[in-house]
């Protein structure tokens, strides 16, 4: 099982994980997700907090084109998509506070974590 750091409040958790996870060192690139389940972020302590019964997940993904994505991810009991996204903007305030009209993708995975994806990048990253 996961040691997973605990945190007080969804804005402490915030504040805590985002700037582990924003930091390039700490990006995580796809393929060697797919490859290796391990290396998933909602399967390393390192890229969660908890918030009493609610888990937190926030990584960066680059793909092999170079895409960058900040994923969000939720879970807890009786958790829904519309509290996970009053999560989401309670878990990104103070970093990048959520506008109108700003396009997240939304998936539930088996495991009934509620993904929020976005591009954090504008464009492609050059190598």
């Known amino acids: 099982m996961l040691a997973i750091h605990e945190n007080l409040t969804v804005e402490e958790a915030s504040g805590d994980l985002l700037g582990f996870v924003l930091a390039?060192?700490?990006?995580?690139?796809?393929?060697?997700q797919a490859e290796d389940p391990?290396?998933?972020?909602v399967q390393n302590a390192l890229y969660q907090?908890?918030?009493g019964p609610l888990r937190i997940c926030a990584c960066v993904d680059v793909s092999a084109t170079l895409d960058v994505s900040l994923r969000v991810a939720f879970r807890a009991p009786?958790?829904?998509?519309?509290?996970?996204?009053?999560h989401l903007?309670?878990?990104?305030?103070?970093r990048m506070p959520l506008t109108p009209n700003s396009e997240w993708q939304v998936e539930v995975d088996e495991r009934r974590w509620i993904h929020f994806v976005r591009r954090?990048?504008?464009?492609?990253?050059?190598a």
């Not at 391990?38 to 972020?41: L, N």
């Not at 903007?89 to 103070?94: A, D, I, K, S």
Request: charged content about 25%; proline content about 8%; cysteine-free.
């Open 38 to 41: 391990s290396a998933r972020a």
């Open 120 to 126: 954090y990048t504008g464009t492609h990253l050059q």
């Open 78 to 86: 009786g958790l829904t998509p519309v509290k996970a996204a009053d």
């Open 24 to 32: 390039p060192d700490n990006w995580l690139p796809l393929e060697r």
């Open 89 to 94: 903007e309670t878990f990104l305030r103070t």
């Open 49 to 51: 907090r908890r918030v």
